[in-house]
Protein backbone atom coordinates (compact mmCIF):
# COMPACT_ATOMS: atom_id res chain seq x y z
CA UNK A 1 0.00 0.00 0.00
CA UNK A 2 0.77 3.60 -0.60
CA UNK A 3 0.43 6.29 1.34
CA UNK A 4 0.57 10.14 -0.02
CA UNK A 5 0.65 12.91 2.83
CA UNK A 6 0.65 16.34 2.28
CA UNK A 7 1.50 19.54 3.85
CA UNK A 8 2.67 23.12 3.65
CA UNK A 9 -1.01 24.67 2.98
CA UNK A 10 -2.85 27.81 5.01
CA UNK A 11 -3.54 31.27 4.63
CA UNK A 12 -2.33 34.12 2.82
CA UNK A 13 -2.82 37.37 1.78
CA UNK A 14 -3.05 38.40 -2.53
CA UNK A 15 0.81 37.94 -3.83
CA UNK A 16 2.16 35.75 -1.49
CA UNK A 17 3.34 32.59 -1.78
CA UNK A 18 2.88 28.97 -0.19
CA UNK A 19 4.83 25.78 -1.21
CA UNK A 20 3.04 22.52 -0.97
CA UNK A 21 4.40 19.30 -0.51
CA UNK A 22 3.84 15.42 -0.73
CA UNK A 23 5.26 12.64 0.27
CA UNK A 24 5.37 9.39 -0.96
CA UNK A 25 5.76 6.20 1.25
CA UNK A 26 5.36 2.51 0.93
CA UNK A 27 6.02 -0.28 -1.70
CA UNK A 28 7.09 2.08 -4.20
CA UNK A 29 8.90 0.52 -7.05
CA UNK A 30 8.68 4.12 -9.20
CA UNK A 31 6.29 6.54 -9.50
CA UNK A 32 5.44 7.75 -13.07
CA UNK A 33 3.14 10.83 -13.47
CA UNK A 34 2.60 13.36 -10.09
CA UNK A 35 0.39 15.75 -9.95
CA UNK A 36 -1.36 18.45 -8.03
CA UNK A 37 -5.48 18.69 -8.40
CA UNK A 38 -7.69 21.06 -6.42
CA UNK A 39 -11.36 21.65 -5.97
CA UNK A 40 -12.81 25.25 -4.85
CA UNK A 41 -16.44 24.99 -3.34
CA UNK A 42 -19.37 24.41 -5.67
CA UNK A 43 -16.66 23.34 -8.38
CA UNK A 44 -15.42 20.15 -9.88
CA UNK A 45 -12.17 19.16 -9.25
CA UNK A 46 -9.22 20.21 -11.91
CA UNK A 47 -5.81 19.38 -12.77
CA UNK A 48 -3.37 22.61 -11.87
CA UNK A 49 0.28 20.56 -12.41
CA UNK A 50 1.64 17.59 -13.62
CA UNK A 51 5.31 16.09 -14.20
CA UNK A 52 6.31 13.02 -15.76
CA UNK A 53 9.36 10.72 -14.78
CA UNK A 54 11.29 12.44 -17.35
CA UNK A 55 10.87 15.95 -15.61
CA UNK A 56 8.04 17.02 -18.51
CA UNK A 57 5.22 19.30 -17.07
CA UNK A 58 2.03 20.75 -17.98
CA UNK A 59 0.01 23.54 -16.46
CA UNK A 60 -3.36 24.71 -16.19
CA UNK A 61 -3.59 28.17 -18.15
CA UNK A 62 -5.03 30.14 -15.16
CA UNK A 63 -1.20 29.18 -13.15
CA UNK A 64 0.78 29.18 -16.00
CA UNK A 65 3.59 31.51 -14.83
CA UNK A 66 3.06 31.46 -11.32
CA UNK A 67 3.07 28.03 -10.21
CA UNK A 68 5.89 25.55 -10.60
CA UNK A 69 5.71 21.63 -9.79
CA UNK A 70 8.76 19.95 -8.93
CA UNK A 71 10.15 16.22 -7.92
CA UNK A 72 12.64 14.62 -6.01
CA UNK A 73 12.85 11.69 -6.63
CA UNK A 74 15.00 10.31 -3.85
CA UNK A 75 12.25 11.44 -1.13
CA UNK A 76 9.31 10.61 -3.37
CA UNK A 77 8.30 14.19 -2.99
CA UNK A 78 6.28 16.03 -5.60
CA UNK A 79 6.38 19.95 -4.78
CA UNK A 80 4.26 22.90 -5.61
CA UNK A 81 5.74 26.33 -5.73
CA UNK A 82 2.92 28.69 -5.88
CA UNK A 83 3.55 32.43 -6.31
CA UNK A 84 1.45 35.37 -6.85
CA UNK A 85 -1.58 33.91 -4.90
CA UNK A 86 -4.86 35.68 -5.88
CA UNK A 87 -8.06 34.86 -4.20
CA UNK A 88 -9.52 33.08 -7.34
CA UNK A 89 -7.20 29.99 -6.16
CA UNK A 90 -8.15 29.31 -3.34
CA UNK A 91 -9.28 25.55 -3.16
CA UNK A 92 -8.37 22.49 -1.78
CA UNK A 93 -5.08 21.01 -3.04
CA UNK A 94 -4.81 17.34 -3.61
CA UNK A 95 -1.86 14.97 -4.40
CA UNK A 96 -1.62 12.98 -7.45
CA UNK A 97 0.52 9.88 -8.20
CA UNK A 98 0.69 7.58 -10.99
CA UNK A 99 2.60 4.72 -8.71
CA UNK A 100 4.29 1.34 -10.14
CA UNK A 101 3.88 -0.71 -7.63
CA UNK A 102 5.25 -3.99 -9.38
CA UNK A 103 6.79 -4.52 -12.52
CA UNK A 104 3.38 -5.19 -14.17
CA UNK A 105 0.70 -3.13 -12.04
CA UNK A 106 0.45 0.48 -12.05
CA UNK A 107 -1.75 2.31 -9.44
CA UNK A 108 -3.19 5.60 -8.67
CA UNK A 109 -3.48 7.39 -5.41
CA UNK A 110 -4.37 10.62 -3.49
CA UNK A 111 -3.09 12.71 -0.59
CA UNK A 112 -5.85 13.92 1.70
CA UNK A 113 -5.72 16.66 0.81
CA UNK A 114 -5.32 20.58 2.00
CA UNK A 115 -6.20 24.01 2.05
CA UNK A 116 -4.93 26.94 0.55
CA UNK A 117 -7.13 30.30 1.12
CA UNK A 118 -6.00 33.29 -0.28
CA UNK A 119 -7.21 36.86 1.23
CA UNK A 120 -6.62 39.74 2.84
Known amino acids: QVQLVESGGGLVQPGGSLRLSCAAS????????LGWYRQAPGKERELVAA???????NYADSVKGRFTISRDNAKNTVYLQMNNLQPEDTADYYCNARVQVTATLVRTYWGQGTQVTVSS
Open 26 to 33: GSIFGINT
Open 51 to 57: ITSGGNT
